[in-house]
């Protein structure tokens, strides 16, 4: 393959990349809270119930904004019903999941587990069975002072202190038919903004994020969020975006393409925020939370979220392969290229749930999806730089032409931090790496994500398939570097960095 030129200037610069980017998402449905990350029966579990084997993986991936308890389970979902002592707690009819739901675990255990990973609380609020009240209700049990109704109650349950949860969902997904509550959009709006006034007169330090389309293929896209942005568009801070992709027609070389429709998305939604600030003659920014992404196709069906009325049921326990890593790697590039209007995205979901860790009995198994994520996680403090590609790429059918390196780059301070995809099947790709205004003095560190085909994914029995590896390749030149990299792969490479010593690529002494 001929090579592909990365070329960056550390002055081409798109924003600080928000830490909130690296998200995750914890929904009670199947076994992701109960034998997922909360499983008091285990072998493993520690004094408070929660699984250590679980949480020793999840540690590494450094989540940031942890979105909880939904998801669809948040239209049905009262919270008081998940606080208070445990005994007395209900178990109810889940009617998202057509699941039991035990209640054992609530709002004070999810703090005390987010508190423990070093999460922060992102809750999502019933605007589809619940009231504007309810919503209001929950803020001042998680964060007033001690002296009123709510407030005490916590304090009754052992929490002093207000939890200081900063981030609240107006619902989810409000415009899916298959939603609890499921309503017109400007039947939506009024629901929001009426919670939204509650929640923020009780603490008005909060930030809201309000439901954009759940789907690009519904009817209404863009249409909803046009008409909730231009009601709302004042009183709340994100809207939400969400997208699940996966390989449906088989083609690794499609589905590896997929990257430019995640650009278009975020791209024509934050024109849609734009165009209803300007109609608004605002000066007030929307920005995105994209607050579902991952890869879910294999489990998508009405089956796969039917818990015939069980208790945690293995729902949606999608098995990932090498090609589902590499997309989960595009999309994070894409947030890292959109870091002037992506300020918080969340990895749905963390265990068992479409997610990087899956538990059998006992036993706790990484698959493909957790090495990228655990790649990009390390390395993500610093300023978005713009990159330029230019090489070879391919026409695919679904998405258009796209480059056989895609890539992202985070200027960190003495680093440059830089992630590269491989999208050919069966050929290493050359890259050569120029900087502007820097030079790239030492590999500090590199790591690769690959395997034997795009199928390849790790089982309970064979759990090291894919994993990542140190990644060698890489030869400094001339103030920048080139770099081979095996064919469909990801890698990430924290190089120290100097200023430059003359021209763009130059070393005049
Ligand atoms: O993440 C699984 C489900 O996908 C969520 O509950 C819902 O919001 C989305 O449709």
Request: some cysteine.
């Amino acid at each position: 393959m001929d090579p592909t030129r990365v070329l960056l200037d550390c002055e081409y610069q798109i924003a600080p990349v928000d830490p909130r980017i690296f998200g995750g998402f914890l929904e009670h449905v199947g076994r992701a809270v109960y034998q997922g990350v909360y499983d008091p029966q285990s072998p493993c579990a520690d004094a408070q119930g929660f699984r250590t084997d679980v949480l020793n993986h999840l540690e590494p991936l450094r989540f940031t904004a942890m979105r909880y308890p939904g998801g669809n389970f948040a239209s049905g979902y009262h919270w008081l019903n998940g606080v208070g002592p445990r005994a007395s707690r209900p178990t109810l009819q889940e009617l998202a999941s057509l699941s039991i739901e035990p209640n054992q675990f609530g709002t004070d255990e999810f703090i005390c587990l987010a508190r423990r990973l070093n999460w922060t609380p992102m809750l999502t609020v019933n605007l589809g069975t619940g009231t504007p009240e309810e919503a209001r209700d929950w803020v001042e049990y998680c964060n007033s002072p001690c002296g009123t109704k709510y407030a005490n109650l916590r304090a009754g349950n052992g929490a002093a202190a207000p939890y200081g949860v900063k981030l609240w969902c107006l619902g989810n997904e409000m415009d899916g038919p298959w939603q609890q509550g499921y309503a017109p959009a400007g039947h939506y709006a009024i629901r929001a903004r009426q919670a939204a006034k509650l929640m923020r007169d009780t603490d008005p330090s909060i930030e809201l994020v309000v439901c954009g389309s759940a789907e690009t293929g519904l009817p209404t896209y863009l249409e909803w969020d046009r008409t909730v942005l231009e009601y709302v568009g004042d009183t709340v801070d994100y809207v939400s975006l969400h997208r699940y992709v996966g390989n449906l027609k088989g083609d690794t070389a499609d589905y590896l393409a997929v990257t430019n429709s995640i650009d278009e998305q975020i791209e024509v939604m934050a024109a849609v925020c734009r165009c209803a600030q300007a109609r608004a003659r605002s000066h007030k920014r929307i920005q995105l939370s994209f607050d579902e992404w991952n890869v879910w196709y294999r489990t998508q069906n009405a089956e796969s979220v039917n818990g015939h009325g069980q208790y945690a049921q293995h729902l949606v326990e999608e098995e990932y392969d090498l090609q589902d890593a590499l997309v989960v790697a595009g999309f994070l590039n894409s947030f890292i290229r959109h870091a002037d209007v992506v300020k918080i995205a969340n990895l749905a979901q963390i265990v068992n749930v479409i997610a990087p860790i899956l538990t059998r009995g006992d036993q706790a198994l990484r698959q493909s999806i957790y090495y990228p994520f655990r790649l990009y996680a390390q390395r993500r403090e610093g300023v978005a730089l713009q990159p330029v590609v230019r090489g070879p790429g391919y026409e695919s059918a679904s998405y258009g032409f796209v480059h056989a390196i895609d890539t992202s780059a985070i200027l960190g301070d003495g680093c440059l931090h830089l992630f590269l995809i491989n999208r050919s099947l069966d050929e290493p790709a050359p890259v050569e790496v120029s900087v502007g205004g820097l030079r790239l003095a030492a590999v500090r560190a590199a790591e690769v994500v690959s395997g034997p085909c795009p199928t390849s994914r790790n089982t309970f029995d064979q759990p090291d398939t894919i994993g990542s590896q140190a990644f060698k390749t890489i030869e400094l030149c001339d103030g920048g570097a080139r770099i081979q990299l095996p064919p469909l792969s990801a890698a990430a490479v924290t190089f120290e960095t100097r200023p430059a010593r003359g021209p763009v690529g130059g070393s005049v002494a």
